[in-house]
């Protein structure tokens, strides 16, 4: 008995904090991702200005710094370019997180209205259950008490019955 309701408080309680579990695991995998991403973004911007600056150490006349200004305009078209599809990929980041909640929160919600189904299934279960014995100990009490009514009215006819004999027995 004690063994069946601690391991029906452990279910409940598996089943209580699996949304929040689930949802930090998300959570977590989100950040993981996106610190990653942001990581590799910072990488390949600071290789673009380690190299500019390397350019920019090696001018030594007028035609190097023609040179450098033209690589320096490609070097900013390829950073605009790259910001662009570092944007791109975390707003995909992004919504797919927002998938995944969405999916989350609809599970959990699912789940929840199962639990409350099966909660109050259960509850009409106890209380049918319960009616049913508190009807049937009324109708045995009921009969019980017929019984006994019908015991007292048959005593007493017959005490009624030993009287009047009693009594006519004394007159004669």
Known sequence: MQDKMFDNFSEQTRQFFEPMRKLNSLMLDNMEKMSQYQMESMKRYSQMGTERMRDATEINDAEGLRDFSTRQAEMLNELSAQMLEDARAMSQLSLEFKTELETLFAESGQQL?????QARD???AAVEKATQQVTEAAEKTAQQASQAASSATTSTKSTGT???TSSRKRTS
């Open 113 to 117: 209205a199962e639990q409350a189904t």
């Open 122 to 124: 259960q509850a009409t």
């Open 162 to 164: 030993a009287r009047a």
